[in-house]
């Protein structure tokens, strides 16, 4: 009875412990809140990346410019006048085989340059194996997951139903910009 005892405690301040290296991000958005968990541990990099920009206040005003329903939403890289971030010099692609591209994770966005993602983010709507690491070949490379959602899903999933069109040379555009009033850390 005390082993078991002093095993939950150990496994209870453990948990604890490990949820407290992770950082918190706080994004208001013009639909609502989401909080995310952040995975120093499995993605340092790209959540230092992922801060850098947060802390300062660069995604502030920004908005979810890429929303297909059933696959992602993509924000991070342009304002609602479809006016592209000035972004840091892109980050190595931390994808790994053991981090998969589920439901309710943060991503890095890039192009097909296996090392370009810059400010751009995304949250899988679903399990996205095809974007999973599969190999060290640009092909199989895969995109880098560095967090989840751990609040807020629905709002996620709200932004992944607005009404999308065309602007400019640019798809899957909200009709009406999902802004992303403020990314903070929590405290």
């Given at each position: 009875?005390?082993?078991?005892?002093f095993?939950?405690?150990?496994?209870?301040f453990?948990?604890?412990?490990?949820?407290?290296d992770?950082?918190?991000v706080?994004?208001?958005?013009?639909?609502?809140t989401?909080?995310?968990?952040?995975?120093?541990?499995?993605?340092?990099?790209?959540?230092?990346?992922?801060?850098?920009?947060?802390?300062?206040?660069?995604?502030?005003?920004l908005?979810?410019?890429?929303?297909?329903?059933?696959?992602m939403?993509q924000?991070?890289?342009?304002?609602?006048?479809?006016?592209?971030?000035?972004?840091?010099?892109?980050?190595?692609?931390?994808a790994?085989?053991?981090?998969?591209?589920?439901?309710?994770?943060?991503?890095?966005?890039?192009?097909?340059?296996?090392?370009?993602?810059?400010?751009?983010?995304?949250?899988?709507?679903?399990?996205n194996?095809?974007?999973?690491?599969?190999?060290?070949?640009?092909r199989?490379f895969?995109?880098?997951?560095?967090?989840?959602?751990?609040?807020?899903?629905?709002?996620v999933?709200?932004?992944a139903?607005?009404?999308?069109?065309?602007s400019?040379?640019?798809?899957?555009?909200?009709?009406?910009?999902?802004?992303i009033?403020s990314?903070?850390?929590?405290?």
């Amino acid at each position: 009875m005390i082993r078991s005892l002093f095993a939950a405690l150990i496994i209870s301040f453990g948990t604890s412990a490990i949820a407290k290296d992770d950082s918190i991000v706080v994004m208001e958005t013009s639909k609502g809140t989401i909080r995310i968990a952040l995975w120093a541990d499995k993605a340092p990099i790209s959540v230092e990346n992922f801060l850098r920009y947060t802390d300062n206040g660069l995604y502030d005003g920004l908005i979810f410019h890429r929303v297909i329903d059933g696959f992602m939403i993509q924000g991070g890289g342009f304002d609602s006048d479809m006016v592209q971030l000035t972004t840091f010099e892109p980050i190595k692609n931390e994808a790994k085989t053991d981090v998969p591209n589920n439901r309710g994770t943060l991503s890095m966005a890039r192009t097909n340059s296996v090392d370009s993602a810059t400010s751009q983010f995304f949250i899988n709507l679903v399990d996205n194996d095809f974007l999973n690491h599969t190999d060290d070949t640009p092909r199989g490379f895969g995109y880098a997951v560095f967090g989840e959602v751990v609040e807020g899903m629905e709002v996620v999933d709200e932004i992944a139903d607005v009404n999308t069109g065309r602007s400019g040379p640019y798809n899957d555009v909200p009709t009406e910009p999902i802004v992303i009033i403020s990314a903070r850390r929590e405290d």
